[in-house]
Structures are given as C-alpha cells and as structure tokens.
C-alpha cells in the first residue's frame, strides 16, 4: 500500500516538473514585421520590453421580454494596444514608419511577437494585423545618468491571433537558420 502512495506521489512530483519545465521565460522574444516589400517580414531586433497586444470582449447585460433577470452576452471585441520599447540604435525603420504617419501617409502593417525558449525554438506566437503607430516617446536623457537610453513606440491593433509554438526554430540570438 505504501508503495502505491510513492508510486502517485512520485507520478504527481514528475507530472508538477514537467509543467514547470514548460514554462516559458518572458525574456526571450522577438518581434517580427511587414516591411515595405509587402508579404515579407522581417525581426526587428534589440527590444526590451514588448507589453499589451491584448483582447477584451464588451460583456452586455440584456433582458428579453417580461423576463427581469439580466443575460450575459458578449458584445464588441476591443485589442489593446502594443507597446515596445528598445535601447536607442541606428535603426529608423520605426520612426520612419511613424514620421509617414504622422505626414498622412498611412501604413498599415502586420506582425509577429514570438516567444523562444531557451534553445530558439519558438513556443507561441501572436499575430497582430491591421496595426500602425500612434505614439512615440523619445528617451529620457541626462548627463550624469548611466543606464541606456529607451525608445518607445505604441501601435494600435486591428485584430490578433495567437498559436502554440514548438514548429519553427530561430536559432542563436534570433536569427533565422
């Protein structure tokens, strides 16, 4: 009999390991995006933090007739906006995309966030569509400071979708093999 129990024990140890070592770490990510080639996407590399890109479901109270008790429904779909911040580079592909915006050129573009674990494989990925930028926040600068400087952008979202991962593999630091 005890050894049953050590046996279900042991069963519901390797089971809650298994779970853990499923988990996917929040630092290792990558964005990838439409570029002007229209079909193409490309990583956009050296962010940070990538944070929002979520969806909320309007909840509707309704009644019906003589009824008096409230239904729930669901109503509109809103998708939250993206926001990425990265250290400042040489890179302009997004403030050139922005400036357009902001010229009245508009732009909309579709995209990935895929997160990696630690061997590169991808675990999940969300798709992102319809999006341009609507804001962008320059660094905050000072003489005697000495961490990196941080530039943000925020993108607004048509619509997302999201996978499961574990199909494609992007290799050391990102890059495609």
């Known amino acids: 009999m005890a050894k049953d129990l050590g046996g279900a024990a042991m ?3 390797m089971t809650a390991l298994q779970v853990t070592d499923d988990l996917a770490s929040a630092h290792h990510f990558l964005l990838e995006l439409e570029t002007t080639n229209y079909g193409s996407r490309e990583i ?3 962010f940070n933090q990538i944070s ?4 909320k479901v309007e909840k509707r109270d309704v009644t019906t007739g003589d009824d008096r008790h409230r239904v729930h429904q669901p109503g509109a779909v809103e998708y939250e906006n993206i926001t990425m911040s990265r250290g400042l ?3 302009t592909d997004l403030m050139d995309w922005f ?3 902001v010229e009245g050129k508009i732009e909309r573009r579709s995209g990935s966030i895929i997160v990696l674990d630690q061997g590169g494989w991808e675990r999940r990925r969300w798709d992102f569509y ?3 930028p609507v804001k962008l926040t320059f660094p905050d600068l000072s003489s005697d400071g000495s961490g990196v400087a ?3 952008f925020e ?3 048509g619509h997302t979708q999201w996978w499961g991962g574990g199909i494609h593999y992007h290799g050391e630091f990102g890059q495609y093999f």
Request: proline residues 0%; aromatic residues 8%; glycine residues 20%.
């Open 11 to 13: 069963g519901a140890l």
């Open 44 to 46: 956009i590399a050296g």
């Open 52 to 55: 929002g890109g979520g969806v």
């Open 89 to 91: 580079t040489y890179n």
């Open 99 to 101: 400036k357009d915006i």
């Open 130 to 132: 319809e999006a341009y």
């Open 150 to 152: 941080l530039e943000k």
């Open 155 to 157: 993108l607004a979202v």
